[in-house]
C-alpha cells in the first residue's frame, strides 16, 4: 500500500495548457506539502496545506493553485504552463512529531 | 531565514571507500535535521534524522550527528558500496506551523566497483 500516491508519474503537454497533479496520502497526516525540483535536484518547497491553513511560497506564481477536496488530497493545479515549469514536483504529508513522507513524483515536461 | 548549506558534488568514491558529505544549517531556534536519499528515478527517502543537539542520527551504515556548536550535521559512512549510490539531501525543518522542510542542494555520489 502506497503512503503518499501521485498521479501521473510522467506528464507531458504544451505551453499555454492547463493541467492538474493529484496527491492522495493514507496515512491520516494533518499537513501535506508540494515541492519542485529543477534540473539540478535543488528542491524547493511551493506549499503547505492543513485544513486549517494553507502557506504559500511568495516566489511561487499564481499560475500554481493547490487545491484539497478533503484532509488526505492535496491537488495541483497549474494555469498557463510555462518551458520552465518543467521539474519533477513532489507530494509529501506528515503528522505533527512525525517524518514526512514523499511521493514517488511527478516529472513534467513541457515542450 | 532557515537555509541548509550542503557539500557540492558529484563524488565519487571506490567501493569500501570512507564517506563524508558536510551539511551546514542556519536557522532561529532548534529545527530537527535530516538526510535524505533519492536513488536514480525515485522518490526521496528519509535516511536518517536527529531532533535535538548531541543526537545521533544512524541507519543503513550511514550516522550523523546534530552540532549545534558548529551548526553542522556531516552524513558518513565508513565503508559505502555500490548500491549507496543515490542524491543525498540535507535538510532542516523549521519551527513554524507549517514546519516546512528546507533542503539543501543535493549531493550525487557515485561508487564504482
Known amino acids: 500500500d502506497t503512503a503518499v500516491s501521485q498521479t501521473p508519474k510522467y506528464l507531458v503537454t504544451q505551453m499555454g495548457n492547463d493541467k492538474s497533479i493529484k496527491c492522495e496520502q493514507n496515512?491520516?497526516?494533518?499537513?501535506m506539502y508540494w515541492y519542485k525540483q529543477d534540473s539540478k535536484k535543488f528542491l524547493k518547497i511551493m506549499f503547505s496545506?492543513?485544513?486549517?491553513?494553507?502557506?504559500i511560497n511568495e516566489t511561487v506564481p499564481n499560475r500554481f493553485s493547490p487545491k484539497s477536496p478533503d484532509k488526505a488530497h492535496l491537488n495541483l493545479h497549474i494555469n498557463s504552463l510555462e518551458l520552465g515549469d518543467s521539474a519533477v514536483y513532489f507530494c509529501?504529508?506528515?503528522?505533527?512529531?512525525?517524518?514526512?513522507?514523499f511521493g514517488s513524483g511527478t516529472r513534467l515536461t513541457v515542450v | 531565514g532557515d537555509s541548509v548549506t550542503q557539500m557540492e558534488g558529484p563524488v565519487t568514491l571506490s567501493e569500501e571507500a570512507f564517506l563524508t558529505i558536510n551539511c551546514t544549517y542556519t536557522?532561529?531556534?532548534?529545527?530537527?535535521l535530516f538526510w535524505y536519499v533519492q536513488y536514480p528515478g525515485e522518490g526521496l527517502q528519509l535516511l536518517l534524522k536527529?531532533?535535538?543537539?548531541?543526537d545521533k542520527g544512524s541507519n543503513k551504515g550511514f550516522e550523523a550527528t546534530y552540532r549545534k556548536e558548529t551548526t553542522s550535521f556531516h552524513l558518513e559512512k565508513g565503508s559505502v558500496q555500490v548500491s549507496d549510490s543515490a542524491v543525498y539531501f540535507c535538510?532542516?525543518?523549521?519551527?513554524?506551523?507549517?514546519?516546512?522542510?528546507?533542503f539543501g542542494t543535493g549531493t550525487r555520489l557515485t561508487v564504482i566497483p
Open positions: 536527529a531532533t535535538k543537539a548531541d
Open positions: 496515512l491520516g497526516h494533518d499537513t
Open positions: 509529501a504529508s506528515r503528522h505533527k512529531g512525525h517524518g514526512y513522507t
Open positions: 535538510a532542516l525543518s523549521d519551527q513554524t506551523g507549517a514546519n516546512n522542510l528546507f
Open positions: 496545506y492543513n485544513n486549517k491553513e494553507l502557506i
Open positions: 536557522a532561529t531556534g532548534y529545527p530537527s
